[in-house]
């Protein structure tokens, strides 16, 4: 019934959307199970911590969501439950987070951070405070610089991510998938758990670890590939080495 119950959920509200008019039913749920995608669940990781050990988690999450079926998945970038914006480790986090939201299906920030400001207004009842702000340019101008550049980057990746959208919506493709659904042929791949791609084209490699500003890179064979920084082509099978400073994350092209 626990498994059950969550699709059920999503399908009363999709009936009820449907049944009065409603087009192109998505709702975003916290919860979801075997059918859930039949009927609009955009499924996002829940209410998690903001830690470094948390994001990389959300990664293996992701993966696994869409080839259970579940291609429309999401999280909170930086996490839920803590986190001060005017804390330098934070922002760390909160950046890599960030980047690599850029290349999930969904890109979404949320999340309750610190310190807690006093509650406001009226009305008696239990004391709800609310958390701290959470924008974009809550975290510093440097923090807000690398953010409107993905931000930017998402939006340029517009056509494609419909594009591998309704593939998704059409035969259940993942929109983010283990190299080895790409590339079944490259046994190296069936190894890879901290590289994936986002639709074809995009070799994505997320920053997990505090401090890291270089970072081992395994790009598949079968294919060359372009630095997306920098326009460098690298063939594919082997492994590199590439920079990683906080304003970049890398991301690699593929190109016949």
Known sequence: MGNTYPVDYARTFFEGMQASG???????LRCAWAGSQKYGALVWSG?????WSSFRNQLSAGLNMGLAGLPWWTTDIGGFHGGNPDDENFRELFVRWFQWGAFCPVMRLHGDREPR????????GAACCSGAANEVW?????????????????????DYTRKVMEEAHLKGTPVIRPCFYDFP???HCWDIETQY???????????????QR????YLPAGASWKAMHEGRVYKGGEAIQVDCPLERMPVFEKVV
Do not use: F
């Not at 409603?22 to 975003?28: A, M, S």
């Not at 209410?47 to 830690?51: E, G, K």
């Not at 270089?214 to 890179?217: D, H, P, R, Y």
């Open 22 to 28: 409603q087009k192109n039913i998505v709702n975003l």
């Open 47 to 51: 209410d998690i911590a903001s830690s």
């Open 117 to 124: 400001q006093p509650q406001v207004g009226e009305g008696g």
């Open 138 to 158: 809550s975290y510093g101008n440097s923090v807000y610089e690398i953010c409107k550049t993905y931000m930017n980057l998402r939006e340029s990746m517009r």
């Open 185 to 187: 042929g490259d046994a």
């Open 197 to 211: 791609m986002y639709g074809p084209k995009y070799l994505v490699c997320p920053v997990l670890n505090a401090g």
């Open 214 to 217: 270089s970072m081992e890179v």
